[in-house]
């Protein structure tokens, strides 16, 4: 039998009764005044938390609601698996709060106190006892998460991370059955450019394209890769409609390529160049020539950007990429989707999981690298712009929707950034509007990320609370009597990575009132 009362050890509290904090699962703060009562005022604030999210819903619409919903579910849900599993281990939970700060409503149930705080930035359970510098009555001793042993701590500390993981495979299933699996290879024209080749050549929405340049068309990837090289020339197009084969022919526009739109910013990959100083440019060699030419140290460029058309001023002369253009018909398509049986939907959300999770753990390590720290503080310091609008630094629109349009574009700098609940709120309002299928990828991703981020192998996240209980009971195999950690030496550990999860979450607010992440849903 394991023995789970405490025993006196070389990292037992010191006897000056230092008590300091350490942040329980989920990060929240120390205990409350114990027998506090729970009046009639603190119904009169939930009364008042219920008249607050109704106005927000009138203020801000169904969608802000909705994300809002959802994400507190998921925290509610994440704090959940660490209590269930905390009582099902027979430690002792104290409280269990949705958010932090001072108390808007809570009740007492047993042991536990359950209740809503005024800052909604998350959840917490407090567990008694979850390292030896906290104090605790010798009779609990017993129900302390340090007295238990390995095979109940970690699984304590992981529910919660690994509750995101099932909402994510739930919704995945829930997807696959519900709305199905893209199929690449089935797909029809969603939407024709105005003034593009595609319009040109008569293409419609609904229309079929079976083949290009004589080549066979299919998945969208595919064709992309086939309209890339052939701009400027002509090009045969046979597509159908409606059952009947139609042919067309075609000159393909140009549209600048990544590393020709670096040298020239605040130009972007995809913008199609239609004047310099005034003139026509019909091909990308017009347009390295026209750009150069003359003393000037600048040009000013007219150019077409998701159907609007703006003007800006490059520095000259510039040195371009001989190839620096893609081709460009101007179509989008509409990818058909196929209902996957129950069965089949279990295999694919696993599959699909694991792809997410190896991309997600990149992305992860990616934007805590040093170049990709560097990035988001030049995002940073970079956020505002002359006009105030994200990403329109030196452009000038000239038409009269061009502004609102550019405005609400994705901004490859978006990839470079975290997302405060601000953002996450925003995003989760556009994938609202944008139909199911977007919103619960969206909530996938949140909680996928949610769960990982928690996994890091740092106090005071779940994983560092993980790596403790390791770190711990390998030094007991080797030694052969039981050893805790002295969380007083992994205070530092712990100050900076809450100072490192504050100031990206200042940061990231910042970032999201002054330059919002622009949707990447379409219209």
Do not use: C
């Amino acid at each position: 039998m394991t023995d789970t009362t405490h025993q006196p050890t070389e990292t037992d509290p010191p006897s000056n009764g230092d008590t300091r904090s350490w942040p329980q699962i989920g990060g929240g703060p120390g205990p409350s005044p114990e027998g506090e009562s729970v009046g009639s005022s603190s119904w009169l604030r939930l009364v008042a938390l219920a008249i607050g999210i109704a106005a927000l819903g009138l203020l801000t619409g169904i969608s802000v609601l909705a994300i809002v919903f959802a994400i507190a579910i998921s925290i509610f849900l994440h704090e959940l698996g660490h209590f269930l599993v905390a009582k099902r281990a027979g430690m002792m939970v104290t409280e269990f709060f949705i958010g932090f700060g001072p108390r808007i409503w809570s009740f007492r149930r047993g042991e536990t106190e359950y209740g809503i705080k005024v800052i909604p930035a998350g959840a917490y359970v407090r567990i008694i006892g979850m390292h030896n510098l906290e104090q605790v009555d010798p009779a609990d001793e017993g129900r302390t998460y340090r007295a238990q042993p390995y095979r109940k701590r970690l699984p304590v500390v992981l529910a919660g991370p690994f509750a995101n993981f099932a909402i994510a495979l739930v919704l995945l299933f829930v997807l696959f059955v519900g709305w199905g699996t893209p199929n690449t290879d089935r797909w029809t024209v969603d939407r024709v450019l105005a003034g593009t080749a595609a319009a040109e050549a008569g293409l419609q929405a609904g229309d079929r394209i079976i083949s290009f340049d004589g080549q066979s068309v299919g998945d969208f990837a595919g064709l992309s890769e086939m309209i890339q090289p052939a701009a400027g020339r002509p090009v045969e197009i046979v597509y159908e409609r409606d059952g009947q084969e139609l042919t067309a022919t075609t000159v393909l526009s140009w549209r600048l390529a990544e590393d020709a739109a670096a040298a020239l910013p605040p130009l972007r990959t995809g913008d199609q160049v239609l004047l310099v100083n005034g003139q026509e440019v019909d091909t990308y060699d017009a347009f390295v020539t026209q750009v150069n030419a003359g003393d000037a140290t600048r040009a000013t460029v007219v150019f077409d950007r998701g159907g609007y058309r703006y003007e800006t001023d490059v520095a000259t002369p510039v040195e371009l990429p001989a190839e620096g253009y893609l081709g460009f018909l101007g179509v989008g398509p509409e990818i058909s989707r196929e209902r996957l049986s129950p069965i089949a939907a279990i295999g694919e959300s696993g599959s699909t999981f694991g792809e997410v999770v190896v991309e997600s753990v990149t992305a992860i390590g990616d934007r805590f690298s040093p170049t990709g720290i560097g990035e988001y503080v030049e995002t940073v310091t970079n956020a505002t712009s002359e006009d105030g609008a994200p990403g329109t630094a030196g452009i000038r629109p000239l038409e009269p929707d061009a502004q609102l349009a550019i405005s609400s574009a994705p901004d490859p700098q978006d990839e470079n950034r975290f997302l405060s609940i601000l953002g996450v709120g925003r995003l989760g309002s556009q994938a609202f509007d944008s139909g199911p299928i977007a919103f619960m990828w969206l909530l996938i991703l949140v909680n996928i990320f949610l769960g990982l981020f928690n996994l890091v192998p740092l106090p005071p996240l779940d994983g560092g609370h993980a790596a403790i209980a390791t770190y711990e009971t390998v030094r007991e195999k080797i030694s052969g009597r039981r050893y805790r950690v002295d969380i007083a030496k992994l205070m530092p550990v712990t100050y900076a990575m809450v100072f490192l999860i504050v100031a990206i979450g200042i940061t990231s607010l910042y970032l999201d009132i002054v330059d919002p992440v622009q949707n990447p849903f379409g219209p």
